[in-house]
């Protein structure tokens, strides 16, 4: 952390300035496997545990937790793969999950027979290893050979091995690559694009690579040939293979990040690599039909940020500079594109409007593009699930808060869906009913929020969770949580997400809005959301208890500082909260573009006035946070979490901590180990709200 930061720009904005000058008592606890620190961890985990795990309500959370996640008639999460359909289980018997496979046919039926591609169970059993699987990327058009992402222990760095689906086995000899952050794309039976850390200082400030190299069958990984070459400065270099209907590739992409949310596309050639004309804020969606499909989050020309839009791709490959792009969709101002995807000969757009999610097909014939509207659920979450270039068939889930989760398999090219499967009611939802209402933030904008609440209220209102997260343009609509009915609306309890600025429900503006200098308009919004949860009589302040995880644990930690009296629990899990520091530590660097860099005096200024841990203080009444994370975080450090409870320790304020030593930031990768996770949460919820 820079020292020469300008005293008057701090003057009455720190709690404790002295952290700025690295006089952190608590550095030490950022030494992840540090002696010392695992002993403190160590300490106050069994002290957690004592007061948690002792509880009554304890085991049967768990249980029922845990029946909730390993339930064999969940919905078996689809992906097309080779003429047929993939889904990654896990239950009991097969905490670490098995990949496997089946027809399109099969998977459809009410009882599908499925056949093993890979255990990872048996894997780590026979390696004496600690394996968590971290998804493929098949071969087009076979999806024969596919390359295996393993992670040790759940942390984004993952061992990429090259398995054969037909043999079930890896290829002996074959592509393999050590652990590390890395990406690695097919352009060939035999040869591999590899982004890595290919030694030499040739990862980012963030720790992602940004030299990419083409890797041959045979060859040693050292001699791999140079292809693209980013900056350090960078967060990160990655390949976008653009593949048509038959899995040829027609072209490769590069994605140079240039910040978290700025990018440069550049077209590998024979030659020097291509810049594109595309703005600094976009992203690459979708290639079919020769059409590269991309948004904008910035306006461009004579488009407004949020549109989608399409290049020929021929048209750029002769000449970027004199290529015209052509308009799909500009969403309104209460619109937004949740997703995108593409099908053989189809466009698929998920789009949402107030928080309601809808599907639309797009297809081009004699240049002029057309649209249909799948008929699903209306007032849902929708959500493509599956698509897959080789024909026209896709996957929609729909769901809502007490509307259990339901697949729809799609044909693209008749615009028509099919319900295939339905998950059974996990809990009673005939005692809640779905209301969304609007308040005023501080600065007069319109914020919505849902609440799911019991039918009759008591008087005083009812034990209530308000989750948030207002970040990174990451949307919080709707959804079934089968774990928050059984554990907690079953119990008379209140559910509500805040749909504060930061998120993505209403497109780029609404995200953007509270980048940098503007964070405080977020945590505005969630006490707004808050306050006006009291005003209405659904609850009170003393039964109020707030969840935000990873940037949520930014708002969650910040909302204990600057309205400890709006609430009385909160669950604070794998969170940023040293926002003088984050940067320093793995990943952060990356997302300087959302929250600014502190070794800026002027971004420092602006950090300092709301940054969790430098702005607790004596005098305040805190409610009592139950503080989470996981030792095996590589994308948020578990040193945040650590230091804000040991500061919370020195200064008297009771608290509690509990470190999970395998999961990575995730921490939802293993059934049993997740089961207990949400039976801690909600013990202390209940202790903190309805005791």
């Not at 004592?50 to 992906?79: C, G, H, Y």
């Not at 291509?274 to 979708?286: E, G, H, N």
């Not at 297809?363 to 024909?391: D, E, F, M, Q, Y």
């Not at 996981?630 to 804000?644: E, I, L, M, Q, S």
Request: aromatic share 10%; with cysteine; hydrophobic share 40%.
């Amino acid at each position: 952390m820079r020292t020469l930061l300008a005293a008057s720009l701090l003057t009455g904005v720190l709690a404790a300035p002295a952290a700025l000058a690295g006089e952190d008592p608590f550095l030490w606890l950022e030494e992840v496997q540090g002696k010392k620190a695992l002993e403190w961890v160590q300490a106050q985990n069994a002290r957690t545990l004592a007061v948690l795990e002792k509880d009554p309500r304890f085991e049967p959370f768990r249980t029922e937790a845990l029946a909730l996640l390993t339930a064999t008639d969940r919905i078996p999460t689809p992906s097309f793969r080779a003429g047929g359909v993939d889904n990654f289980w896990q239950d009991q018997k097969n905490p670490r999950g098995v990949w496997r496979h089946t027809s399109l046919d099969g998977y459809a039926s009410a009882s599908p027979q499925w056949e093993t591609v890979l255990d990872i169970d048996a894997l780590s059993k026979a390696e004496g290893a600690n394996w968590f699987f971290k998804g493929d990327t098949c071969l087009a058009p076979e999806d024969r050979l596919c390359l295996v992402r393993l992670s040790n222990g759940g942390k984004d760095a993952v061992e990429v091995r090259e398995l054969d689906t037909t043999t079930r086995r890896f290829v002996d000899g074959g592509f393999r690559l050590p652990e590390g952050k890395q990406t690695a794309e097919w352009l060939d039976a035999d040869t591999l694009l590899v982004g890595r850390d290919w030694g030499g200082d040739t990862l980012t400030e963030s720790g992602y690579p940004f030299v990419l190299k083409r890797w041959k069958r045979g060859e040693p990984l050292d001699k791999a040939h140079e292809v693209f070459r980013g900056e350090k400065a960078d967060v990160s270099s990655s390949p976008i293979t653009l593949r048509d209907a038959e899995g040829h590739v027609q072209a490769v992409v590069v994605n140079r990040a240039v910040t978290f949310f700025e990018s440069e596309y550049w077209l590998l050639t024979d030659g020097k690599p291509v810049r594109l004309p595309f703005p600094r804020k976009a992203t690459i969606q979708a290639y079919v039909d020769g059409q590269l499909v991309f948004t904008i989050e910035e306006d461009w020309g004579l488009f407004k940020q949020g549109a989608l839009l399409a290049y020929p791709l021929t048209a750029l490959q002769a000449d970027p500079a004199t290529a015209k792009p052509t308009l799909l969709l500009q969403p309104g101002a209460r619109q937004s594109i949740e997703g995108v995807a593409s099908t053989r000969n189809s466009l698929l757009v998920n789009v949402y409007e107030d928080v309601k999610g809808a599907v639309d097909v797009y297809t081009r014939a004699n240049g002029r593009w057309s649209k249909k509207r799948l008929a699903l659920p209306k007032n849902a979450s929708v959500a493509i699930t599956a698509a897959s270039s080789g024909h026209d068939k896709l996957f929609v889930e729909s769901q809502s808060f007490l509307e259990p989760t339901a697949l729809w398999l799609g044909d693209a090219a008749a615009a028509k869906v099919r319900k295939v499967k339905a998950l059974p009611a996990r809990f009673n939802a005939k005692t809640h009913k779905v209301e969304q209402f609007w308040v005023k933030s501080k600065d007069g904008t319109k914020i919505p929020y849902f609440v799911v609440r019991p039918k009759t209220l008591k008087a005083g209102g009812a034990p209530t969770i308000v989750y948030g997260y207002g970040g990174f343009q990451v949307s919080k609509p709707p959804v079934y949580l089968p774990e928050v009915g059984k554990l907690w609306l079953e119990r008379g309890g209140v559910y509500v997400i805040a749909n504060i600025r930061g998120g993505g429900e209403f497109g780029p503006r609404w995200h953007q809005a509270v980048l940098r200098e503007n964070r405080q308009k977020a945590f505005d919004d969630f006490a707004a959301v808050m306050g006006d949860v009291v005003r209405r009589g659904l609850s009170s302040p003393r039964r109020i208890g707030i969840y935000g995880r990873s940037n949520g644990g930014v708002l969650t930690s910040v909302s204990m500082t600057q309205h400890p009296e709006l609430f009385n629990a909160a669950v604070i899990e794998s969170p940023l909260i040293d926002m003088l520091r984050y940067h320093k530590l793995p990943a952060g660097a990356s997302w300087v573009g959302e929250y600014g860099n502190p070794d800026v005096a002027e971004d420092a200024a602006f950090i300092a006035k709301y940054s969790a841990y430098q702005n607790l203080k004596a005098g305040p009444r805190y409610p009592k946070p139950y503080i989470t994370t996981n030792t095996k975080d590589d994308r948020v450090h578990p040193g945040h979490a650590r230091k804000f409870a040991a500061k919370l320790e020195a200064m008297g304020v009771p608290y509690l901590y509990y470190e999970n030593t395998d999961g990575g930031h995730s921490n939802d990768a293993d059934p049993v180990m997740n089961a207990r996770r949400w039976a801690l949460h909600y013990v202390y919820l209940a202790q903190q709200l309805m005791d």
